[in-house]
């Protein structure tokens, strides 16, 4: 099955790529892309694609392995080093400067300008001309980037790296951002300016599209390459089969040893709070789940596929367009407008990113656990803050509180005045931990609880959300690492393309089943709303 | 001995601020005859309660991730309210202090409630209020020096043996008070926990409001304790007082260490930061040096502070 094109077709050959941070990322990995083709790779989370595409950008360097460039040796250092070989990376992120006009922002590389005066007649005039050959010709090219839709802004940046000196050209879900008529005139492009003898290599998580557009496929799972595909060679479920490794779910899904640990608690049919109807285009498109007493709900899915959003709708962070929430003592009432009101009510939320918004990092351990307890001065609640008989903010009292909340989660530190900042990735997720145990609540949201801590760290963390569901909190745990919601989790929602496309309960989670339900929201041929319901 | 790491953080700070100064003292009484005395050294201190009471005002709003502009406005607006009631209308002397007090802690609780409920850039707020509150002076007053007569004198003159007015111990008191205030009090911690990352404090389900409004009304109601106190040491009330109060302020903040980005700075600090500017004013006076070299002089000493401190926290 693996045709490598002829010799002189091949732009850029890889051979036994390897890039690994605490383990493999990419594993030896050997690959070539030809010219005049759409290159497809597919890949669960974590599979590697997103690194590859890196480091064919310069953006990342590899650990081992060579890369040819039309036969020559290829080393990018940097992007502009990649850049100026003729390779061009659109990423999730786009690369666009709100507060410029979109001629600008086309031409940021090289301003068309004399004597550092901008030449704004001929740019306006290049750029139109640029975006009529791209079919963008309704948007205007006075146009603050700022002010357009999200959509136009990533076909504009897909049109920008496009007219550049291009040979290569990555896209990384480009689509997911797109309306159906914006994607069609891509894929138009796409076609075209592959016939014309770009490379193009497409990440999408879209099967439809892939099955349409792509002239070959590869397939990367934990890193290795299972396997590269001409067009027709496979069907959609195929894919996912290659990607998800169901073939071997005999060796993947024996019971894992952890797994008894968890089965002597009882999880209680009573659902603390139920969550209907949550809308939040085009991330969050309709969903209902019920978090019970004392059960711990994992929610699967691949990355982007709104998990991290619904979370935070739940939370307040983000306003619900739709929805409703209900609780336990049977009230009913609208999504949260602030986290303020969320932790009101019980619902608390550990970040997937504790240094932008779970942490002050300049600030010492004692005040990052104190602060969402200083609620209850502002607020007639239960006030947990250590006072002195002068109604001051006893320091000796709130140490000794902070060091008892951190002992049995084993945060190493010398000092509870220790800056946050300075401690280790694990040691941060335990004190975000720590703050919410202090504060109290009912239902706990924990995104992505253990993404990049260590082994020790993530078993102090799955011992504190037992804890809490022995209690007979409602926890939700949104993880990318299918693994450890097995682990831990009472039962499983699959998440996919903003909608929720499988629940599963048990002792043995179906595994291939699961991967499947990750995947179901983007096939074409499968009704988004059928789940699969076990 | 077992000193807490974050005592010992601010104990250093305090060493090198303390070490500056002492180094300031150290030369202009070497190249002058007047300085080390007696004279001089108590006349710097009773110069110097008004912009310190103002300088603790800006250091806390400055740690809560603001700027406050209007300053110098809002104690030309204060003083006017209180000469106008004072003279005017022949109010007792501490209810017209109590109105004066009062004028300071509104307008700053304004600016504070316009820059967190609107999420407007409390700098295009307090630029505002900068006018406005000139204005409102200018009315109070109509546009008029007031003469205060001796009622308040008494604030501003030395008292007891050393000679040490009660305007200076005052604005020493309120020194200690803000300091206990940022560390010890629920209101300072969120002060600082704001200014270092609003999000987090945001997603930890609390509202930034209370603080922020409760901070700028602090400020301003500092702003009135100055005017009080500028008033009483000249013994009257000028429409036109504190012009140029915020950027001495922010300078006295600066130098002290307070961080233009919120989130940290000590008031004792900016109390070393005041102490710094006016010994160094006084001295260059005394070693004859004119008034356009005492700025330069100033303004070099200002970015000096900052290089030093960004340099330090960047070895740290």
């Keep these: 099955m693996d045709t490598l094109s002829e010799e002189h077709h091949t732009l850029l050959s890889i051979n036994s790529l390897c890039k690994v941070y605490s383990s493999p990322v990419v594993d030896s990995v050997s690959i070539a892309f030809a010219k005049g083709e759409i290159h497809a790779l597919l890949g669960a989370n974590g599979a590697g694609k997103s690194t590859l595409c890196k480091i064919i950008a310069g953006l990342v360097q590899p650990t081992s392995g060579t890369m040819k460039l039309a036969n020559e040796r290829f080393e990018p250092r940097s992007k502009s080093q990649a850049e100026s070989a003729g390779i061009q990376i659109v990423q999730q992120e786009l690369n666009l400067i709100p507060t410029l006009d979109v001629a600008q922002n086309l031409f940021l590389h090289r301003l068309p300008s004399r004597w550092g005066i901008l030449q704004i007649k001929q740019m306006h005039s290049k750029a139109r001309a640029l975006l009529d050959a791209f079919g963008l010709q309704r948007i205007d090219t006075h146009e603050l980037v700022g002010n357009l839709g999200i959509g136009q802004q990533q076909m504009l940046e897909i049109a920008s790296n496009m007219h550049r000196t291009c040979r290569l050209l990555i896209l990384d879900e480009p689509t997911a951002a797109l309306s159906s008529p914006e994607s069609e005139l891509l894929f138009e492009k796409l076609v075209r300016a592959k016939e014309e003898g770009l490379a193009i290599i497409y990440i999408s998580h879209r099967l439809d599209e892939v099955e349409r557009l792509a002239d070959r496929i590869s397939i990367l799972r934990d890193g290795k390459r299972m396997g590269t595909w001409e067009r027709g060679e496979m069907d959609q479920n195929q894919m996912v089969e290659q990607m998800t490794g169901d073939e071997n779910s005999e060796v993947l899904s024996g019971p894992s040893p952890i797994r008894t640990e968890s089965t002597d608690r009882q999880p209680l049919d009573r659902p603390v709070l139920s969550i209907r109807g949550f809308v939040r285009e085009p991330y969050v498109r309709g969903v209902d789940l019920d978090v019970n007493e004392g059960m711990i709900l994992g929610i699967a899915g691949l990355v982007g596929s709104g998990r991290t959003e619904l979370l935070r709708l739940m939370y307040g962070a983000d306003r619900a367009t739709g929805g409703s929430l209900c609780f336990a003592d049977g009230s009913v009432r609208g999504p949260f407008h602030s986290p303020q009101a969320a932790v009101k009510a019980g619902i608390v939320l550990v970040s997937e990113d504790r240094k932008a918004d779970g942490l002050l990092l300049n600030q010492s351990i004692e005040d990052n656990i104190f602060l969402p307890s200083f609620a209850g001065i502002w607020q007639n609640e239960r006030f947990s803050l250590p006072t002195n008989r002068w109604g001051g903010y006893s320091s000796s009292k709130g140490r000794a509180v902070a060091s008892d909340i951190c002992e049995p989660l084993d945060v190493r530190y010398e000092s509870v005045e220790q800056l946050v900042g300075t401690l280790s990735g694990g040691n941060q997720q335990k004190v975000v931990i720590a703050k919410w145990l202090l504060r109290g609540g009912n239902i706990y949201l924990f995104d992505e609880p253990t993404r990049g801590i260590d082994v020790a760290a993530r078993g102090i963390v799955h011992r504190v959300l037992r804890n809490l569901a022995a209690q007979g909190k409602g926890l939700v745990v949104v993880s990318s690492d299918l693994e450890e919601l097995i682990e831990i989790a009472d039962r499983i929602a699959v998440m996919s393309n903003g909608r929720i496309t499988g629940r599963f309960q048990g002792a043995d989670f179906p595994r291939g089943d699961i991967l499947q339900a990750m995947f179901a929201g983007y096939q074409s041929n499968k009704n988004e709303n059928d789940g699969v319901e076990v | ?316």
């Design chain 2, 1 to 316: 001995m077992n000193v807490s790491p974050g005592l010992r953080r601010g104990l250093l700070q305090y060493a090198g601020m303390f070490f500056a100064l002492s180094v300031l003292v150290l030369f202009f009484s070497l190249r002058t005859k007047t300085f080390w005395s007696a004279t001089t050294l108590t006349t710097i201190a009773n110069s110097i309660p008004d912009l310190t009471v103002v300088a603790v005002g800006m250091t806390l709003i400055l740690i809560v991730g603001g700027i406050d502009l209007s300053v110098g406005s809002v104690m030309a607006w204060s003083g006017s309210v209180m000469a106008m009631l004072m003279v005017d209308q022949g109010w007792p002397v501490a209810g017209s202090v109590a109105a004066a007090l009062l004028v300071g802690t509104v307008c700053g609780c304004i600016n504070g409630w316009i820059n967190s409920h609107f999420r407007i850039p409390s700098f295009i707020v307090t630029l505002g209020m900068l006018e406005i509150a000139r204005g409102g002076a200018y009315l109070a007053t109509r546009s008029e020096t007031k003469y205060l007569g001796p009622r308040l004198e008494w604030l501003s003159e030395p008292w007891l043996g050393i000679g040490l007015s009660p305007a200076f111990w005052i604005a020493i008191a309120i020194v200690a008070i803000a300091q206990w205030l940022l560390h010890r009090t629920v209101l300072g911690r969120m002060a600082v926990a704001i200014g270092t990352n609003s999000e987090t404090v945001r997603m930890s389900g609390l509202s930034t409001i209370p603080t922020q409004v409760a901070i700028f009304g602090l400020g301003g109601f500092l702003c009135g304790i100055a005017a009080t106190i500028q008033c009483s040491r000249l013994s009257t009330a000028d429409p036109n007082a504190g012009a140029g109060m915020e950027l001495s302020a922010i300078a006295a903040c600066v130098i002290g260490g307070t961080s233009l980005r919120g989130g940290m700075g000590s008031v004792i600090s900016t109390f070393f930061g005041v102490l710094i500017v006016s010994v160094l004013q006084t001295g260059l006076a005394q070693m004859g040096a004119s008034d356009p070299i005492k700025r330069i002089v100033t303004g070099a000493v200002i970015v000096l502070a900052v290089l030093l401190d960004s340099w330090r926290s960047r070895r740290s």
